[in-house]
C-alpha cells in the first residue's frame, strides 16, 4: 500500500480547502497575499503533487503539507498545520534538528532510504511504514534558503517484500543446513553401534541446529531418572546439581510423559514444579523431551533445552520428529548388529571346537589304520602260500580301505589346517602362481593335448600359499573332469571390479548338474563317481574357507556335457 492509493487517503484536494480556510495570519507566516512568492508557488505545487510533501518555512519552520504527507501525520493533523515542527514532532526532535540546521544554515540536501515511520493512515489502526526522504534547501525572495522541502515516497511493500524474502531465504538457508546436518548424521549414525555413542552423535548435531542450550539423554534406574550422556552446558548450579543428582521416577511429568505415551513432550517453558524441583532461581527455557525406543520398547528419554521461552514451531518439531526415527533406527541396527555379534561369537566358538575335534580325531584315526595296514600285512605273510584267491581278494579290500582312510585322514586334516593357520597376507602375482602350478601339474598333462589359454592376471594381496593351494585345486579339478575331452581347454582371466578382483577358470569338461550347484563347496561332497573321477570332495571346500578367510566369494556355474566355469573374489 502507496501513499497514493485512494483507499488509504482522504478526500482528494482535501488539504486545498484546509490551507485556503486556514487562519495563517496566527501564525508566523502571516496572511496567504504576504506570502513569498516562491513559498505561494511551492504551495501550489505541492497541494497538486501525488507523492507525499511537506513545507518547513521560516526560521521557525512552520509546516505545509499535501494530502498524501497528512496520511503520515495521523493524529498530528489538523494541529501540525501551521505549526512549528520543534512542536509537532517533540518526540523525534533531538534528531532531526540537526538534519534541517544543515539545510537551513549551509543549504545541505539530505536523503533516507527506508526510514521506518508509525503512521496511522485514515483512521486506522497504527503501523510500522518505511518511507525514503528526501530534504532540499528552497531559496527566498532574497536569494537564501527560505525553508526546506520534505519530499516523501513509502516503500514499504518492497521492504516488507525483502524482509520476507530474506526471512525466506534464511528458512531455506537453515533447512539446508538441517539437511546437510542429517546427511552427516546419517553417516555417522551408520559408523557406530554403542548406543549411548549414536545418542551423543545425535545430541551433538541437532544441538547448533535448535540454538539449544544443552541436552540430555536419561534412563530409569533405581527409582530415579539418571543422565547416561550430555552436551551442553546447564547454566544454573542449582538445577544441575539437581538433575545430576538424579529425578524421581513417577514425579518427573516431564521425562515420565513421554516414557508412557511414546510421543514427544513439548514444552514452551519449563516448569521445575511439575517436576517435583523447588521453584527456585532456576533460568526460564523451552524442552522437548523425545522418547528413545529399540524395537518398540522404552530405553530412555531424550531431552533438548532452548536458552528462552518460546512456542516449538514447526520447523523445530519437524526436526526432532525425524532426529526420533532416525535414532530409532540406528539404535534398533546396533541392536541387531550386537545380537548378530553375540551368535558369530557363539558360531565362532563352536567352530574352533569342531575343528580342533575334526583336528584331533583324525590325529587319533592314524593309529587304527595304521594297525589294520600292518596286521593286514602280517595276516598275508603268515598265511603265505596257504591263502586262497577269495582270503587274498578280502585282503586286498582291506588294504585299499585303509589307503582310502589314510586319504581321507589327510583331507580332513587339510581342511583343519586351512582354516587354523593365520594368512601371513602381502603383494601376490598370480601369473606366476598359476605358472607355478601349471609346472605342477605337468605330470597329469602326459598323453595328453591340453590348450592353456591364460590372459594377464593381476598383482592382489593376499596369503601366497593358501592362493596357491586355491589355483591347485581349481587348475586340478579342470584338468581331472576335461580327460574326456580333445583337447582340453582351459581358461584363466581377471575381471577388476570397483572393490575386487575376480578370478576365473573355465574349462570344456563334463561339467555338473546345476541342481546340485550349491554342493559343490560343501566338505566330502562330489557329483561324480569315484570310479570315474578319483578325489576326497574336499578340494573346493578348502577353496572356499580359504576365499572367504580373504574376505572374498565363490562361484560356480556349469551343465552337463558342457563344461564348468569357477571363479573366487579378493578385495582390492
Excluded at 112 to 127: K, N, Y
Excluded at 272 to 298: E, I, Y
Amino acid at each position: 500500500m502507496t501513499l497514493t492509493d485512494p483507499v488509504s487517503q482522504p478526500d482528494e484536494r482535501e488539504m486545498t480547502a484546509v490551507i485556503r480556510d486556514f487562519d495563517w495570519a496566527a501564525t508566523p507566516l502571516g496572511p496567504r497575499p504576504g506570502w513569498p512568492a516562491g513559498l505561494r508557488v511551492l504551495t501550489e505545487m505541492l497541494l497538486a503533487h501525488p507523492l507525499g510533501m511537506l513545507v518547513l518555512w521560516g526560521p521557525e519552520l512552520i509546516q505545509l503539507y499535501n494530502d498524501p504527507y497528512r496520511a503520515i501525520l495521523g493524529d498530528r493533523h489538523p494541529a501540525g498545520l501551521g505549526r512549528p515542527a520543534r512542536e509537532c514532532w517533540p518526540d523525534i526532535w533531538h534528531l532531526d534538528a540537526v538534519t534541517y540546521e544543515g539545510v537551513m544554515t549551509r543549504g545541505e540536501t539530505f536523503t533516507f532510504i527506508d526510514q521506518p515511520l508509525t503512521v496511522q493512515r485514515h483512521g486506522q489502526e497504527e503501523e510500522q511504514a518505511h518511507f525514503t526522504l528526501t530534504l532540499s534547501p528552497v531559496g527566498g525572495d532574497d536569494g537564501a534558503v527560505g525553508g526546506v522541502l520534505v519530499t516523501v515516497i513509502e516503500t514499504s511493500r518492497r521492504v516488507r517484500a525483502e524482509q520476507q524474502a530474506h526471512l525466506d531465504r534464511a528458512r531455506v538457508e537453515r533447512r539446508s543446513a538441517t539437511l546437510e546436518a542429517f546427511a552427516v548424521l546419517t553417516r555417522d549414525l551408520a559408523l557406530d553401534t554403542d548406543p549411548l555413542a549414536l545418542i551423543r552423535r545425535v545430541q551433538e548435531a541437532v544441538l547448533p541446529l535448535l540454538g539449544a542450550e544443552f541436552s540430555q539423554y536419561y534412563e530409569p534406574e533405581g527409582g530415579l531418572w539418571r543422565i547416561r550422556t550430555q552436551v551442553g552446558r546447564v547454566q544454573t548450579p542449582a538445577l544441575k546439581a539437581a538433575l545430576e543428582a538424579g529425578l524421581p521416577f513417577t514425579t518427573t511429568a516431564t521425562l515420565l510423559t513421554p516414557w508412557l505415551t511414546g510421543e514427544a513432550n513439548y514444552k514452551a517453558t519449563y516448569d521445575p514444579v511439575a517436576d517435583g524441583l523447588p521453584p527456585s532461581d532456576f533460568s526460564t527455557f523451552a524442552t522437548a523431551a523425545l522418547p528413545v525406543r529399540v524395537g518398540g520398547q522404552m530405553q530412555g528419554v531424550l531431552v533438548f533445552a532452548l536458552p528462552r521461552t518460546q512456542p516449538w514451531g514447526v520447523v523445530d518439531r519437524t526436526v526432532l520428529t525425524t532426529v526420533e526415527r532416525s535414532l530409532t533406527l540406528a539404535l534398533e541396527r546396533a541392536e541387531q548388529t550386537r545380537q548378530v555379534g553375540q551368535q558369530r561369537e557363539v558360531l565362532q566358538e563352536a567352530n574352533e571346537e569342531l575343528e580342533a575335534f575334526t583336528y584331533s580325531v583324525s590325529h587319533d584315526l592314524r593309529t587304527p589304520v595304521r594297525h589294520i595296514k600292518g596286521f593286514s600285512e602280517l595276516l598275508r605273510q603268515g598265511a603265505g602260500a596257504t591263502l586262497d584267491l577269495k582270503s587274498t581278494h578280502y585282503l586286498t579290500v582291506i588294504d585299499e580301505a585303509a589307503a582310502r582312510m589314510n586319504v581321507l585322514i589327510d583331507a580332513m586334516l587339510d581342511l583343519s589346517r586351512t582354516a587354523r593357520l593365520p594368512l601371513r597376507v602381502g603383494p601376490v602375482d598370480l601369473d606366476a602362481l598359476v605358472l607355478h602350478v601349471q609346472q605342477e601339474l605337468e605330470t597329469d598333462t602326459q598323453g595328453r593335448e591340453v590348450q592353456w589359454r591364460v590372459s594377464p592376471l593381476p598383482l592382489v594381496n593376499g596369503d601366497h600359499d593358501t592362493l596357491r593351494q586355491v589355483l591347485t585345486n581349481l587348475l586340478g579339478n579342470a584338468l581331472k573332469y576335461t580327460r574326456p575331452r580333445t583337447p582340453a581347454v582351459i581358461e584363466v582371466w581377471a575381471e577388476e571390479r570397483k572393490e575386487e578382483w575376480a578370478v576365473f577358470v573355465r574349462d570344456n569338461g563334463v561339467g555338473f548338474d546345476p541342481r546340485y550347484q550349491d554342493r559343490l563347496f560343501g566338505a566330502f561332497q562330489r557329483l561324480h563317481l569315484e570310479r570315474e573321477f578319483e578325489g576326497t570332495g574336499v578340494g573346493l571346500a578348502n577353496v572356499r574357507r580359504i576365499v572367504t578367510r580373504h574376505g572374498g566369494t565363490v562361484s560356480a556355474s556349469g551343465r552337463e556335457g558342457q563344461g564348468a566355469t569357477f571363479g573366487f573374489t579378493l578385495p582390492r
